[in-house]
Each structure stands twice: as structure tokens, then as C-alpha cells.
């Protein structure tokens, strides 16, 4: 039953990775709309960031996912496929999402924000 899931990681985790990719500059875009003050954050910290954390999340999760499928004394050769396009590219794809919400939001929530004045 677990490995039936962790194989179902395989269609999962690349949608959530794509997505996460196209939500990263309506990320920054939204970032760059709040009001100061907020920490000045350049188009390449913030790519580079992104991109530093995709990595070693993928990485993790890669590890996670191979030693999840690999377990049990009857799993199959390609079980590392399981690490590598299922639980990779999603932990990396939530890490994106993450990391794009809270910069967003941490600038969002500033005192002096133009979001917070038109608030009711």
C-alpha cells in the first residue's frame, strides 16, 4: 500500500514543482507592490535564493524518497525513480511555495503597508 503510494509521488510532484515555478515571479511581482518599508530584495537574490532552495530541497527530498521506496525487501530496480521525479520535484515544488508566500507576506505585513490601509 505505502509503495503504491509513494508511486503515485511520480505524477505529483512534477505538477507542483511546474507550479510553483509559475508562481514564483507573481511572488516577487506581489512583493514588489507592497509599500515600504520593507527589505530591498533585487530580482537576482531573489532568483538565486530560489533557486539555492530548490536545489538542496530537491536534493532532500530525493534522498527521502529513495530511502521511502527502496525499503522493502521486494521493491523493484527503478525504485529510485521514486526519489528523483516524485517526492523531489515536491518537496522542492512546497519549499518554492513557501519561500515565495513568506517573502511576499513579510512585506505585505509591514506597518506602513498600502495593503493595510485599504483594509476595512
Known amino acids: 500500500m505505502m509503495t503504491l503510494i509513494l508511486y503515485k509521488l511520480i505524477y505529483i510532484g512534477p505538477i507542483i514543482l511546474v507550479v510553483s515555478i509559475i508562481a514564483l515571479p507573481i511572488f516577487y511581482f506581489l512583493y514588489l507592490r507592497a509599500s515600504e518599508p520593507k527589505a530591498s530584495l533585487s530580482i537576482l537574490k531573489y532568483v538565486l535564493s530560489a533557486v539555492v532552495l530548490g536545489l538542496v530541497t530537491f536534493v532532500i527530498g530525493t534522498m527521502l524518497g529513495i530511502a521511502a521506496a527502496c525499503q522493502p525487501a521486494n521493491a523493484d530496480s527503478l525504485c529510485a525513480l521514486v526519489g528523483f521525479f516524485g517526492s523531489g520535484p ?30 476595512p
Open 90 to 119: 515536491l518537496v522542492a515544488g512546497l519549499a518554492l511555495l513557501a519561500f515565495g508566500y513568506l517573502r511576499t507576506q513579510a512585506a505585505r505585513t509591514s506597518p506602513n503597508n498600502s495593503f493595510n490601509r485599504n483594509a
